[in-house]
């Protein structure tokens, strides 16, 4: 069966590495331009027969001798910038230019006439039509090899407004966008600092996606940036569509549940982790940046907890690491004890319990996946379907799966607590949802299986993952495992701002500049005395 | 019986495709040797053959034979 | 770190095992739960108190338990006491040869075997405890369900009896008894005595174990639970019963009063002071001095003026010292009445056997051995020292003013 | 050359000592049977007793940097005597792991849950050592904190748990039992938790700095001789006398907590405390013996090994004893008899002779 299986998954990669083969544009790539313009607009038209293919043909200079040609994708280009920008300096203001100008050559066009910026000089059919396809006018010019790649393209882009994933009460109420170039523009106004490298690739054969790795140059490890660089060089696929197809082909650990990729919508978010040295890794069309190096700690902390005084941050903080051991263990501990330990309930407790589960027909663990998998169901259709309806369903859910079933005999009422809890208690850390609902239903059947010792096994064998997983070189625990006593101060607490001087060690760079602040910042009131003796 | 036979098979598919493609006969001998040994002391748990327990033989050893012991009580 | 080509094995070798694992857990999950003992919370028998006495007929074991009547007993208590068959809780009985033949012949009627992980008391009659409880011990300290902190107690009459009274404010029985033996600090005239505390004392080869007497009181229509006293016991055995002053006598040399309420006579003899111990002091050392055995006690005492039934003012100084030293000779009665009955019953209570022991390893061997002899002549040195340190809302009493008399 | 790669810090390795003597805390039952109320003496005299040892195993690492007991062993006394000890080692790893897999089930079986059948705790335990195992030292060298820290915090809390039903005249009188069960006791003491620290000496060659190494080793050490310490304390001032009647008196005082009637049946405590510090304990052991079979066997990954050596040791472990009371009787005799050599003799005159032959730097020239 299993000889079968693993033919299968052969056979699949082997199909994956003939389609990608096949779909490799190799045949136009590397055709120069012709110098015949009519030629050129004949191939591109042959290639592209597409009906959105605005061709311009135009004549111009002083007796209009030269013939030009421009291309663009109808919906892509932004036709009052070409009207403006491109085809009226070509037509009147090349005019005023003395007569015996050569407008063949591209380079005096480019430099004389082209009042855009960002021009490309392609001299590939291939690389013209990357450029067409990207949203560019392309100036053609009979009898010149050479065309000119002007970028006119119109973004329809959001405006920024709060992300939905992350909102808070105290911080920037600004959000990534699907606009790459606007979320970069959000992170050079955050940190504007010689420093902060972005690098562009280029990823994907049809979707040809940008994707920008921007760091720190002095801060950020330069074998992390390396690493990067080659994972991300490895990627030949089709499309990335979402910066989550780039967090499955670079991420360590593919088989574990826990992600070792973070991502995030706020700029400020991603910049103070750009700070520590980390890198992110900004994907165009989706508001999701990437940043790595991961660890376990980040999902626990969150921007507002740096903006806020540390008492409170550091309680919400224990109050966030306390709901994700009840998402996780919530049912497992109710089912190991109710099943297996029941010496550990207190009396009172115990009398409840066992009243309430007295017209029960299912075992404990059973009624625990059924409402788990209840509360699973309602999520999911609550998140899917429009918000109003999505409204009623939860609505319905409550009513007739907490209410009715509780009163027809099904489910104990103890047990829809402990599922209610559970289901909001996972709610409280969104960077480790998914790995908390797999890891509910393992402890869950782990508790029913072998109670207290499953629930203990299943605990140290996860401990021994998650100190063994590494994200990008850095070890997921880290600072909690290895130990770093100066990283520890922003785990479980979160000490004053001026405390945490220096940057995290297994992240950043190992140079003597490790500190982001002056150490001695502890905040200090006026004081006369000291005043006068200086 | 039938837990054993799976647990063994498991320990099998986990560790022998990889031995055998990276061709490390070395350690597959001592793997088998091992893995023999375990799978008859199991076998033998299972179908309730009694196992020989070295600490017997030892205590026999020390306390009968070399007469070392701690007084009892 | 990256997987190239060459882990493809590994990455197959992954895909397999989780599969594996997955397929055993779930075969496992329905297949291992019924043989790995797990018990579904509403199927337990959950026992809270049991009782054992000895079957008057048989001679075997009569064992009680009390068990949580599961679908009664969540609901107020108003409900549960209206009928008779009201009663969230339901006794059930068996007899055995041992404790443990029959706590498991009681399955035969509850159709499931006991849970006593919740026992808070065990009982036992009169007559166990007078045969010896060494032998019925054992099960209630080696039961892996069983709890060390269990109360003992001891009936005045038979076991079931106590477990049958219907309490007024609290459920069940069982649970009204251990309430009111963990309250023992409001007159200190008994004590907790759990499984632990009273294995030690039998393995202690001179300490006799005390254990709460409880027995039943008719009043009007209901029976109430009243915790009399306690019993004695000496080699396992039941030897003499201890009223409430005499335990009282005990605690103050242990050190063991929580609280408590001391009658003196107030300085004019007109009336009494009434006060309320609020901390105790005591320190116990022996000393064997010209081979005689004396016991040095030392007690300090803190009280508060609670009550007073005379008109005379007793919050002055001379009034106080007056009122100190009587308490210190109420205190000493108390003492000595305990100390005369365990004389009487020769059996060391305070285990002073144990505090010699402590302190004279050397000569205690010798001691030993005729502990039963020494015990009576041994000689005691009680110092009491009383002190009352408030008077509570009140500076003088309800009385007209000395001047305007 | 070497099967392992991972390597660990001094720091890592203080505390993977401390969490190894840790993971004896169920073990001490067995000496209390024997050494009553005198227990912490005899846990402070078998530390004083094997420090020396212990010291001399990290001296004899540092003379041989990088390598294991196996390694040594080979060089010190030659292919075939040292083949022939290091098989000795073997057994005695063997042996003890199957004792310590032993005590998590007869933990289970005991006291938390009676009716499941004594082999699943022991599957379900190596299978999850064996998991640990194929991770590294370097990860069990990464997490030693957390267990150690999970320990004490258990020991410390239990102990402050239980501090007003302690009562300390206990202890009296000081010395009263005869001297040969104090001698036995020490005897255990100096064995059971600290003598097999003798398996560190398959780990110390993957330390990368040696300097700090018999410092850390020695705090390692107070740690895990004070956790035990307290522990001991903590069960003869609660329990007293019965503390040599129960089966395990630290599940029992534990169960005797009654903090304001709320603070009431903390056996999980214990639970989790002792199946993870023995859970570290049979981890490290696992991976000595693998490491060690592997070593012999000259291979050049010590994974293939895990898990039939995790099946033979399930195996052992269930069937090596009838019951609790042959595993006390057995290993507080024959069982710290027959390690001695292994724990006082053999590494000490390994150092001897190769300080003797000046071993070491002959062959590190050879490699040079």
Redesign the interface.
Known sequence: MFRYIFKKIGYLSLINKHMLQNTKPGKNNNKPISPDLEKNLEVIKGILHSSDLAVHEFNFGHDRRFKGALIFIDNLADKKEIHKNILQPLMYDALLLPMDMDFTQIDTIWKSLISMTDNVKVTLLGDLLDSLLAGAAILLIDGSKEALAIKAGKRDARSIEEPGTEAVVRGPREGFIENVNVNIALLRRKIKDTDLCVEKYVIGEKSKTDVYIVYLRSVANPKLIEEIRTRLNRIKIEAILESGYIEQFIEDSPYSVFPTVSNSEKPDKVAAKILEGRAAILVDGTPFVLVVPMVFIESFQSVEDYYARPFFASAIRIIRFLSYIISTLGPAIYVALTVFHQELIPTQLLISIAEGRERVPFPAILEAFLMLFAFDLLREAGVRLPKPVGQTVGIVGALVLGEASVQAGLISPIMVIVVSATAIASFAVPAQTDSGTILRYIYLALAGIAGGFGVIMGLLATLMHLASLRSFGTPYLWPVSPLNLSGIKDVFIRMPLWTMSKRPKAISRNSSDSCNQDPGLMPAPFKKGSNDSK | MIYLL???A??I???V???I?RK?W??????SI??A???A??L??VLDI??P????G??H???DILG????QG | MIPNKGSEASLIKKITSSIMIFILCFFMLFALTGCLGAREINDLEIVIGMGVDKDEDTGNILLTAQVVKKDTAGRTSGDASGGGDGKAFWNVSSTGDSIFDAVRQVTHKTGNRLFISHNQAVIFGNDIAQEGLQEYIDFFLRAHEMRPTALILVAEDRASDILDAKPETEKFPAMNIAKLVDTYGFTSHFYEVNMKDFASCLMSPTTAPLVPLVSIVQEKDCMDIYVSGMVAFKKGKMIGKLNHDEVRGLLWVLGKVKSGVLIVPSPDEQGKAVLEIVRVKSKVTPEIKDGSIVMHIKIKEESSLSEQTTAENLATDKAFEKIQEATAEVIRQEIMAAIDKSRELNADIFGFGEMLHKKYSSKWKTLKDNWDEIYPTIELDIDVETKIIKTDLLKKPVSQSEEEK | MSIERGKINSQQLLFLIAGFVQGSILLIDFTVGITEHQTWMVILAGLAISAPVILSYVALAKRFPGMNLVQINDMVYGRFLGKAVSMYYIFFFVMTLSFNIRDVGELYVTFLMQDTPFIFFLVVFAATCAYAVTKGIEVLGRVSHLFVVTGLFVIISTFILLIDQMDFSNFLPLFELPFIRIFQGIHIVSIIPFGETVAFLMIMGRLNKTEHAVKRTFFGLSIGALSLLVVAVRNTAVLGRTQTIWTSPSFQSIRLINIGTVLTRMDFLIGIAQTVLIFFKCSLFLYVLVVAVSQLFGLKSYLPLVLPLAGIEVIVAATVFQSPVDHAMITQNAGIIYSVPLVFIFPPLSLLIAKIRGLPKFERGKET
Not at chain 2, 53 to 56: A, E, G, T
């Open positions: 799976l647990i063994y498991f320990i598919i986990i560790n495709p990889g031995l493609k490390e070395r350690e597959l001998t001592a793997f091992l893995y040994i375990a799978f002391l199991s033998m748990y009694p196992v327990s070295p600490m017997k030892l205590k050893l020390i306390v070392i012991e701690y007084p």
